[in-house]
């Protein structure tokens, strides 16, 4: 087998040869066409019927592939002659051409040199027809440009994913307990029962759908794969992450912790107003005077807000910050000691009163959010039907079942109305 590093193309020895013959026969061909002149001309020339090799009444063949790169030779002999007849100082397409022909830049330096850097200059051609189609692409796919989206924060802030089989899911639990009192001797007992509830959870699906290039798919399998997996997942996933939080209840979302009933909350004003520390203070008193355990607590809010947090100071005019930042690199910040999570899912557009761009801020023991799965991600693909088969695409379906709820709703105090 024989390979053109030019195209790309590979020959079979029988092929190559073929090609070889026919070159050959027509580059000499008019030194043929005199042979057979000399034939007419002179009797005593025998040619004999056949293939390629004309032989004289002498006793010398005539091999026509012979001849043929001779002439080749004779002719690249007076090209580099040509060419090293040129100034080296000054660039020529006959230099490059035949560099390019013998794949020896020694002989061309200067069109080498000139070469490389149309190649790094790529970006300093304004179209095609200016010069940008002389110019090879580089395309780099380990370079990837990601989209830039928002942080994914209830699974990173702790809360509990379990994998659910039957449905609906029924979690226990128990609302009221037994009261203990005193009594004085011969007094009637007074019993106290204990109450039940349930925290029931129920399916709710989450899709995602896109369509790629079958040409794609087929061409670059490993990197389609990884490209659409990631992306789906993503989607989900802060599809996923924006229910917990904010899930309206309705048209097939989850209710999140937002619109979960019995929740603690903290109001900063008739119209909204902006968060200021004593309300750090008085969201975390929330939590503790409804005896919701410290561990596990964490701040869940909009970089706006924070941004506004971070730099309340100790004395007005100063730059004597009440909050030092986190000296652990990719790590939260810290408020009252408990993590902060930001997200740009987190709403900014609440209203109240005459109060407009409103954000919710919220104050979570994330141990006491429940998330459950009912299996895992699934993915389809499918080129039948609708746009794929019009299109030459394959559609991908991605595919997430879950809900989400508060063990105790108490563990969760929110303010809706920050203007910060």
Request: net charge negative; hydrophobic share 40%.
């Amino acid at each position: 087998m024989a390979e053109n590093t030019n195209t790309g193309i590979t020959l079979t020895k029988e092929e190559l040869s073929a090609l070889l013959k026919g070159a050959a026969e027509a580059a000499v061909k008019p030194l043929h066409d005199e042979i057979l002149e000399v034939r007419r001309q002179q009797p005593r020339l025998v040619t004999p019927e056949g293939a390629g090799i004309v032989t004289t009444g002498l006793t010398t063949p005539i091999d026509y592939k012979s001849i043929a790169f001779k002439i080749q030779d004779d002719n690249r002999k007076r090209f580099h002659r040509y060419t090293d007849g040129l100034h080296k100082d000054e660039f020529s397409f006959m230099r490059y051409f035949l560099a390019m022909i013998d794949r020896k830049w020694s002989d061309a330096p200067l069109e080498s040199a000139i070469l490389e850097e149309s190649r790094k200059r790529t970006m300093t051609w304004a179209s095609g027809s200016g010069g940008g189609y002389w110019v090879a692409v580089d395309f780099l796919p380990a370079e990837f440009i990601e989209l830039l989206q928002a942080n994914i924060v209830c699974r990173a802030a702790g809360a509990r994913f379990l994998q659910a089989t039957g449905s609906p899911v029924q979690i226990p639990k128990k609302t009221s307990g037994s009261t203990a009192y005193w009594i004085n001797q011969g007094e009637e007992l007074t019993p106290t029962d204990i109450t039940a509830g349930q925290l029931p959870l129920n399916p709710h699906w989450c899709i995602a759908r896109s369509n790629m290039s079958q040409f794609f798919a087929q061409n670059n399998a490993v990197a389609a794969e990884q490209l659409f997996r990631e992306d789906l997942a993503t989607s989900i996933a802060l599809a996923v992450d924006l229910a917990i939080l904010e899930g309206a209840g309705s048209s097939g979302e989850p209710t999140g912790l937002a619109n979960t009933g019995s929740i603690n909350t903290w109001e900063l004003g008739t119209n909204g107003a902006a968060f200021s520390p004593p309300d750090i203070y008085a969201m975390d008193f929330q939590l503790n005077n409804d005896n919701v355990g410290r561990s596990g607590r964490v701040w869940i809010m909009h970089p706006r807000t924070w941004n506004a947090i971070r730099q309340f100071v100790t004395e007005s005019g100063t730059y004597k910050y009440l909050i030092n930042p986190n000296p652990t690199v990719g790590a939260p910040e810290q408020l009252l000691g408990y993590p902060v999570y930001q997200s740009t899912q987190v709403s900014t557009t609440n209203t109240k009163g005459n109060g407009t761009a409103l954000a919710n801020v919220f104050l979570v023991r994330m141990p006491e959010v429940i998330v459950a799965e009912w299996g895992t991600l699934e993915l389809a693909a499918t080129d039948v039907g609708g746009e794929a088969w019009i299109k030459n695409l394959i559609e991908v379906k991605a595919t997430y079942t879950m809900d989400c709820g508060a063990r105790h709703e108490a563990a969760v105090c929110l303010c809706n109305d920050s203007t910060s």
